[in-house]
């Protein structure tokens, strides 16, 4: 690296400045032909502007930036240097994507990228990061080459421009990594319309949803707004929570920017009596055309780097021409480029869209979406640095319900979200997004059902649709995978007999010398060729016109689809320990951090095959009684009694954070557990479903749901008696959920669980009723605990009744 770009990532580390991974190796390519400080300035300042709001901080950055210097850096430098960069990529789900080296395959076409130095540095570095990538025999460690395209028309563009916000793109395609994820889909989203997206872990639903969100799906739209929550991840730490959200909505930022530059040249110019021409204001106008062209530069620049092949070639022709543009308006001078209709224009267009905003409505409508999502009036003054991931989750949650596109993309929201904050967001949604297109990933079925109108099923690299909710979904598939079962039974029953009559007849007719029976055998053949669907799969009569094409029937063949395969998940069996007391005890426990006390003389008795469940907000202290339980925390008074015997699984909201990214799951299990034979491995994950070579890749590239089934694995792996599971649905797919569910259902050991998932604690805690089961005495199979002010409450009044006081108390919010 040259050494601008040394001594400008110095200076971004000691002056705590994030930029976009995106944007870093664009400004690195523009300062490898730069060496004084006057060009760099000119060349990335407005870059930095987007991140810092104090111009002062901007100017000490470039006074205090040194080109020439090449003695070694400081002590305090080294030190800042070995501090980990936060650099946030435009889509977490794609990981980071080259640009490839723009081709034609046939004729000889002049290189778009030679008439600008800074993008030809930009794909010269690309080149040396490919190259000097060392190979690796894991497909997933490379880095993420995606493809995203739609079938176009050549009236395609003129739909860009329609008022419509409907999106319908016909063969659709998705490939990472020469990995088909979609081939020749239809995906199809009406507006107003609240969709959930169903499928297995790993199918592709969050590459969709990251390839929408961030243009790289060719053929979408211009005029829709599209908005996935990975986008607004990149959080800024010198802003508090109101302040991050309300930055969000950049278009309103910008304007409020330019009302405001503009004011203040008009109240300075007025105060001092001007009349006539006015070079400040032109000065201005100037400026604020420079930041917009720099708005649409950025936009080219994170397309040309996201797309590809011929795709690719046309958007850094556009970056070229955007950066010419660019480079032209700053070398005009204001006074002579800018004229009075210019200025006129400029401030008509200002100040009439600054007219119709409402800063307070703003403001008060940010401040009910945190209430909303568990922030408290304190809370949302402090800064964002200050919070951990699943609460920056909350802001970023926050930015994406504030911003109300057109198109709102949400993958796993419910994620770090309690009960309440969950039922909040339920209300919202079904309540204050009108005539939005929202789109839900979500392994929370109730969520799903309360919210969604219409279900994608996301399966075998193709997208279908069931005009309802998952409930209703679910119980259509299956009621047509009985009827389809049926009808082929019997269509399978007539064949046999149809057969069996042809072959008879035939044999007769053999023997007898009747020709008559000929022409019988040649019916039933036309009767057997028919036999097949009756009816179209949206129960309209089957004719013949409608099965196009050469087939070798008349009809098309009844077949069943098979449910969706999950891999079974078997927790091991715990070794009795034969005693029937308490097992685990908490005696009048207290626990504090600091002066908050958490935790207030609480008793608990875990006794063998007990289910109970906490309930209760995030942040009143079930983790905290979780972590007692486990033997992670030792209690400030009271007593944590175990009997001698007992074996503790426990797995945390860390635990899967704690593993080790460069490992894999053998490694880690034998690291973890020296005696453990690899084969011993081996058999543990394959009872979790990572079999095979998944057990052998580093955890670095397995998804969030297999992640779990590694902590998973390694929590059950000394078959433990007892269980402690807190948020263990995280990161599930819905099938993995209901594989778990009725792998503890079949656990004899304890256990105690804490999740917001109410489907999840129903289904253990109070059991799913059997209409078939003549013995109504049999009651709930667990308890629920509410967790409240530092006390622990025997909750008997149901799952239902705890749902229902917890709606109540947010529809006050």
């Given at each position: ?262 004011q203040g040249i008009m109240s300075s110019s007025t105060a001092a009596g001007s009349t006539g021409a006015n070079p400040e204001l032109n000065k201005i106008v100037h400026q604020l055309l420079i930041d917009r062209q720099k708005d649409v530069l950025d936009n080219a620049i994170k397309i040309a780097t996201k797309r590809s092949g011929a ?176 009808m082929k039974e019997l269509v399978d029953k007539r064949r046999k007999q149809m057969m069996a009559s042809i072959q008879k007849n035939a044999q007769q007719a053999k023997a007898t010398g009747d020709d008559k029976r000929h022409g019988l055998i040649a019916s039933r053949k036309k009767k057997l060729d028919r036999l097949g669907m009756e ?85 009143c202290g079930k983790s905290t009684l979780m972590n007692l339980l486990a033997g992670e925390l030792t209690p400030a008074s009271g007593e944590v009694k175990k009997y001698h015997r007992l074996r503790i699984g426990y797995f945390s909201q860390h635990t899967v954070d704690q593993l080790e990214l460069d490992l894999t799951p053998i490694q ?146």
């Amino acid at each position: 690296m040259v050494q601008a770009q040394q001594a400008f990532e110095l200076q971004l580390q000691k002056y705590n400045i994030s930029l976009e991974q995106d944007t870093l190796d664009y400004v690195n390519g523009i300062l490898a032909d730069l060496d004084d400080v006057e060009s760099v300035r000119e060349a990335t300042e407005h870059f930095l502007q987007e991140a810092v709001e104090d111009q002062s901080v901007i100017d000490h950055f470039y006074t205090s930036l040194n080109l020439q210097s090449e003695a070694p850096a400081s002590k305090k430098d080294q030190e800042t240097l070995q501090q980990p960069v936060r650099i946030e990529e435009a889509s977490k789900a794609m990981g980071s994507l080259s640009l490839d080296t723009p081709s034609k395959p046939s004729t000889k076409v002049p290189d778009p990228i030679s008439t600008s130095s800074t993008t030809k540095q930009r794909l010269k570095k690309s080149r040396r990061n490919k190259e000097s990538t060392p190979d690796t025999s894991d497909q997933e460690s490379k880095e993420a080459q995606i493809v995203a395209f739609s079938q176009q028309s050549r009236f395609h563009r003129e739909t860009f421009d329609a008022n419509s916000t409907d999106i319908d793109l016909k063969d659709v395609n998705v490939i990472v990594n020469d990995k088909e994820l979609l081939v020749d889909a239809h995906l199809r989203l009406k507006p107003g319309v609240r969709y959930g997206m169903v499928g297995q872990n790993g199918v592709g639903k969050s590459v969709l949803m990251s390839v929408m969100g961030n243009g790289t799906l060719v053929g979408l739209p211009q005029n829709v707004r599209i908005l996935h929550i990975s986008q607004l991840e990149d959080l800024s730490a010198g802003r508090n929570v109101l302040d991050e959200v309300l930055h969000a909505d950049t278009t309103r930022v910008r304007l409020i920017r330019e009302a405001k530059a503009l004011q203040g040249i008009m109240s300075s110019s007025t105060a001092a009596g001007s009349t006539g021409a006015n070079p400040e204001l032109n000065k201005i106008v100037h400026q604020l055309l420079i930041d917009r062209q720099k708005d649409v530069l950025d936009n080219a620049i994170k397309i040309a780097t996201k797309r590809s092949g011929a795709r690719g070639w046309d958007a850094r022709l556009e970056l070229n021409k955007v950066e010419q543009e660019l480079k032209d308006l700053k070398a005009q001078d204001p006074n002579t480029y800018i004229t009075p209709t210019m200025v006129n224009d400029m401030m008509a267009e200002v100040f009439e869209k600054f007219g119709v905003m409402d800063l307070d409505a703003d403001e008060s409508r940010a401040r009910k979406i945190l209430y909303g999502l568990g922030f408290t009036d304190e809370e949302i003054s402090h800064p964002v640095q200050n919070y951990s991931g699943g609460w920056r989750m909350r802001v970023a949650l926050a930015k994406a319900l504030f911003m109300e596109p057109n198109v709102l993309l949400l993958d796993e929201p419910t994620n770090h979200l309690d009960l309440p904050a969950i039922l909040w967001l339920q209300n919202h949604i079904q309540n204050d997004t009108e005539g939005q297109t929202i789109v839900i990933v979500s392994h929370d079925r109730n969520f799903l059902d309360e919210v969604t109108d219409e279900t994608i099923i996301f399966r075998n690299k193709k997208l279908s649709y069931h005009p309802g909710n998952y409930a209703d979904w679910e119980q259509n598939t299956e009621e047509q995978r009985r009827r389809k079962q049926r009808m082929k039974e019997l269509v399978d029953k007539r064949r046999k007999q149809m057969m069996a009559s042809i072959q008879k007849n035939a044999q007769q007719a053999k023997a007898t010398g009747d020709d008559k029976r000929h022409g019988l055998i040649a019916s039933r053949k036309k009767k057997l060729d028919r036999l097949g669907m009756e009816k179209t799969e949206d129960g309209k009569r089957f004719k013949v016109s409608y099965y196009a094409g050469y087939h070798h029937s008349a009809r098309v063949e009844v077949t069943v689809e098979q449910a969706v395969k999950v891999a079974d998940i078997k927790i091991p069996e715990p070794e009795p320990l034969r005693y029937h007391g308490s097992i685990l005890q908490l005696a009048g426990v207290s626990y504090s951090y600091g002066k908050n006390h958490v935790i207030k003389d609480v008793s608990l008795d875990v006794t063998p095959g007990s289910r109970i469940a906490l309930l209760g907000p995030n942040g009143c202290g079930k983790s905290t009684l979780m972590n007692l339980l486990a033997g992670e925390l030792t209690p400030a008074s009271g007593e944590v009694k175990k009997y001698h015997r007992l074996r503790i699984g426990y797995f945390s909201q860390h635990t899967v954070d704690q593993l080790e990214l460069d490992l894999t799951p053998i490694q880690q299990m034998m690291k973890l557990f020296p005696g453990a034979t690899e084969q011993e491995c081996h058999a543990q994950y394959g009872g979790v479903g990572v079999a095979g070579d998944v057990a052998k890749r580093p955890i670095r590239v397995l998804s969030g749901g297999q992640r779990n089934r590694v902590a998973l694995a390694m929590v059950t792996y000394m078959q433990p008696q007892v269980l402690l599971l807190d948020e263990i649905t995280n990161h599930l797919d819905m099938g993995t959920v209901e594989a778990l569910v009725e792998s503890l259902s079949e656990y004899s050991g304890a256990l105690v669980l804490v999740s917001h998932d109410v489907w999840f604690l129903r289904q253990l805690i109070e059991g799913e009723p059997d209409s078939d089961d003549e013995d109504e005495e049999e009651g709930p199979s667990g308890s629920f605990y509410l967790v409240q002010k530092g006390k622990l409450k025997l909750w008997e009044k149901g799952l239902d009744a705890y749902v229902e006081k917890v709606q109540r108390s947010v529809a006050t919010k």
